[in-house]
């Protein structure tokens, strides 16, 4: 059982950029990775709990999200669905629930304007509202990066996890820049940090290259984990994770 007393989540991650699913290291290098329905049918008949669809190119190309791939997804999926990239207003996070998001998880533009999680918490309910927190270690600290990764604000990730919390956000996607696509391993500092100061789901994200890394993420406070490189190279199903965890009594639906 996990810290809010949920059980824990498994979430492939599907990153997409006109339409087609892609994968690098550290947000840079894309490689192509597939059809994005396609890939979110077979994630859900190996037992995932949940798919993120994430817009990679949206917010660093100053357009919205690609309305027309959520609803592919959409229609090729009965388990929940998260979209971000691209979310600039209230009225974006309108449309994608529209299109067939549950949820809609929010980064850049809640740094610039952090009453947009207030204003989708209030208006969607805050079981909708999640921030997305990319962050790379300075140090002692944690800093938030935006725009897909290319820019330091100087906030700390931490401290931005629990504002983001107060103001609404309903759930926290926390992605290690250090690690995203590295398969090293997940850093359990920033996601026992993150876990440790705030009530809301935390989403491990970053680094996943074992059933065991995956494991470690939950021991240390994250209520579900994100991944992508293990699943779509098909070095794992989300099925041999899970038979995994179960193994090592870690709670997990099945």
């Known amino acids: 059982m996990s810290r809010t007393g949920l059980t824990h989540r498994i979430i492939p991650c599907l990153d997409v950029s006109h339409g087609r699913v892609v994968k690098g290291v ?3 290098g894309l490689r192509d990775a597939g059809d994005p329905a396609e890939r979110a049918a077979l ?11 994430l817009d990679v190119s949206a917010t660093p ?3 919205g999200n690609q309305h027309e791939t959520v609803r592919r997804v959409r229609a090729a999926l009965s388990i929940p669905l998260t979209v971000g990239g691209g979310i600039r207003t209230e009225e974006d996070a309108f449309e994608l629930l529209e ?7 929010v980064n850049t533009a809640a740094v610039f304007s952090p009453e947009i999680l207030s204003h989708i918490a209030t208006r969607f309910g805050r079981q909708c509202c999640v921030l997305a927190i990319d962050a790379r270690s300075q140090g002692q600290r944690f800093e938030v990066l935006i725009k897909g990764g290319r820019e330091a604000v100087g906030k700390d990730a931490v401290a931005w996890a629990k504002e983001a919390e107060a103001l609404g956000a309903g759930e926290i996607l926390l992605t290690s820049w250090d690690r995203d696509g590295t398969r090293e391993g997940f850093d359990l500092a920033l996601t026992g940090a993150v876990a440790a100061a705030v009530h809301v789901p935390v989403i491990a994200s970053g680094g996943a290259d074992s059933a065991k890394h995956i494991k470690e993420a939950f021991d240390c406070g994250a209520d579900a984990v994100l991944a992508a490189s293990i699943f779509h190279d098909g070095d794992l ?3 041999d994770v899970k038979s995994y965890l179960l193994e090592h009594q870690v709670r997990v639906r099945p």
Do not use: L, M, N, P
Request: aromatic letters at 8%; charged letters at 25%; a negative charge.
């Open 26 to 28: 550290k947000f840079q």
């Open 61 to 63: 190309e100053g357009r």
């Open 99 to 105: 299109a067939g998001a549950d949820k809609v998880s």
């Open 237 to 239: 199903t989300v099925g």
């Open 43 to 53: 994630y859900q008949a190996q037992g995932a709990d949940e798919i993120v669809i």
